[in-house]
T-cell receptor, first 114, second 112 residues
Framework: EAGVTQSPTHLIKTRGQQATLRCSPI?????VYWYQQALGLGLQFLLW???????NRGNFPPRFSGRQFPNYSSELNVNALELEDSALYLC?????????????FGPGTRLTVL | GDSVTQMEGPVTLSEEAFLTINCTYT??????LFWYVQYPGEGLQLLLK?????DKGSNKGFEATYRKETTSFHLEKGSVQVSDSAVYFC???????????FGSGTQLTVLP
């Protein structure tokens, strides 16, 4: 069974540009989560999507946004990039039923903002 | 709010040594607890989990017991291998928000 996939593996942008990151969940999983792993800040929750709707949002500014498509894949958009947005962005997926279903992570997209 | 406090690293051990990485948490309600491992250049892999008090999670020789009375979930392994070198994250999941709250991570290096 294929795991969570993310693309691209690496992304280099300059300040002020927009970045788009993509995630495909495990087949049968309807929930997708985004996390940021920035140097010195650890792993922080960004967004949770389920059935095409944003269900929860972490403490990030509105220029971090995303969406979930009918096939449950997801896109994370970061507008007006700042240097501190440089980080590893991890996507995870889980089943929808049950409050404590484990989240399975993808390999991440390394975003570098110059 | 929820928080996880994890033993500061880095930790360096010789092969076959005993490993303990401490983890304590603060949460409302009854969270599920997890240990994730991150190998160099990779994403997170779930190592083990426990969903209620006194549960013991185990996998690949690693163990952790959910201790509600001490709000702890310490990771242990009796004999580490070089291949265990990685960063280990303690995490909790509580309530309906579905967001994992992570500790700061502990870098483990095992020397041959």
């Amino acid at each position: 069974e294929a795991g969570v996939t993310q693309s691209p593996t690496h992304l280099i942008k300059t300040r002020g540009q927009q970045a788009t990151l993509r995630c495909s969940p495990i087949s049968g999983h309807t929930s997708v989560y985004w996390y940021q792993q920035a140097l010195g800040l650890g792993l922080q929750f960004l967004l949770w999507y389920d059935e095409g709707e944003e269900r929860n949002r972490g403490n990030f500014p509105p220029r971090f946004s995303g969406r979930q498509f009918p096939n449950y894949s997801s896109e994370l958009n970061v507008n007006a990039l700042e240097l501190e947005d440089s980080a590893l962005y991890l996507c995870a997926s889980s089943l929808v039923f049950g409050a404590y279903n484990e989240q399975f992570f993808g390999p991440g997209t390394r975003l570098t903002v110059l | 709010g929820d928080s996880v406090t994890q033993m500061e690293g880095p930790v360096t051990l010789s092969e076959e040594a005993f490993l303990t990485i401490n983890c304590t948490y603060t949460a409302t309600g009854y969270p599920s607890l997890f240990w994730y491992v991150q190998y160099p250049g990779e994403g997170l892999q779930l190592l083990l989990k426990a969903t209620k008090a006194d549960d013991k999670g185990s996998n690949k020789g690693f163990e952790a017991t959910y201790r509600k009375e001490t709000t702890s979930f310490h990771l242990e392994k009796g004999s580490v291998q070089v291949s265990d070198s990685a960063v280990y994250f303690c995490a909790l999941l509580s309530g309906s928000a579905r967001q994992l709250t992570f500790g700061s991570g502990t870098q483990l290096t095992v020397l041959p």
